[in-house]
């Protein structure tokens, strides 16, 4: 049995994530925020702990003692975000370091020590989220914050892909367009939720990505945008 760790594993995509990879046969360890947890979400993971993944001294001590205990965990879905609007009229430094943090610093500061870890055992495998915002100006102008602070996630990946490069680390980010979640759905009441995409199936990628067949993928930006 393969471990994993999930990172943001109570949001309303984490929470597909954790559900379609349990079923899949991974071990899971997940952090967790703040929210309640799914009934059956302590069955489905083997470690779940509440961590400040902004803060680089809390979360590299996480890692190592998660890896320590775990020297097998193979791959890091890193899930946690978070979203504003505002053109940059509206959008101060407080706001680029807010998205930067949320965004970024979540995953990078995962990131770090996880390579130290892939290197010892002879590989491993990244999954990223990032944002359409940050791959299309037009769409990005109206979430400056956002999409500066996603755009870093994507030349993370980068990064690790060229750090990478012979020792079998891999890093993939998937793009979605608009989720179908309840708080989306509350926004946008009059938008065809036929459009999005959902969390269930964003949750089958990254499902592929982790197989056999998908650890052949390199450098590789998946966009899971349905029809929106």
């Known amino acids: ?8 594993a109570n949001g309303n995509l984490g929470t597909e994530v954790v559900k379609t990879l349990h079923t899949n046969g991974y071990e899971i360890c997940a952090t967790v925020g703040p929210g309640s947890l799914p009934d059956d979400f302590a069955q489905m993971t083997k470690d779940a702990r509440n961590v400040n993944l902004t803060d680089e001294a809390e979360t590299q001590q996480y890692v190592e003692a998660l890896t320590r205990q775990n020297p097998g965990l193979c791959a890091a879905v890193l899930l946690v975000g ?13 706001a680029i370091d807010k998205q930067i943090a949320l965004n970024f610093k979540t995953a990078y500061f995962v990131v770090r020590p996880f390579m130290e870890h892939f290197e010892k055992i002879g590989g491993g495998q990244f999954i990223l989220v990032g944002a359409r915002p940050a791959l299309d100006a037009a769409d990005g102008m109206t979430k400056v914050a956002y999409s500066i ?17 012979g020792k079998r680390i ?4 998937l793009v979605p367009s608009i989720i179908d979640t309840p708080p989306n759905r509350n926004a946008m009441p009059d938008a065809d939720f036929s459009q ?14 982790l197989s ?14 349905n029809e929106a």
């Open 196 to 209: 999005w995409i959902k969390a269930s199936d964003i949750a089958e990628t990254i499902a592929f990505v």
């Open 149 to 165: 602070g996603k755009s870093l996630v994507f030349h993370l990946a980068e990064l690790i892909n060229a750090a990478g490069k």
């Open 1 to 8: 049995m393969k471990t994993i760790l999930i990172t943001g």
């Open 212 to 225: 056999d067949a998908g650890r052949t993928l390199r450098e590789s930006v998946l966009k899971v945008y």
């Open 170 to 173: 891999t890093a993939t980010v």
């Open 82 to 94: 978070g979203f504003a609007m505002g053109t940059i009229k509206d959008t101060d430094a407080a």
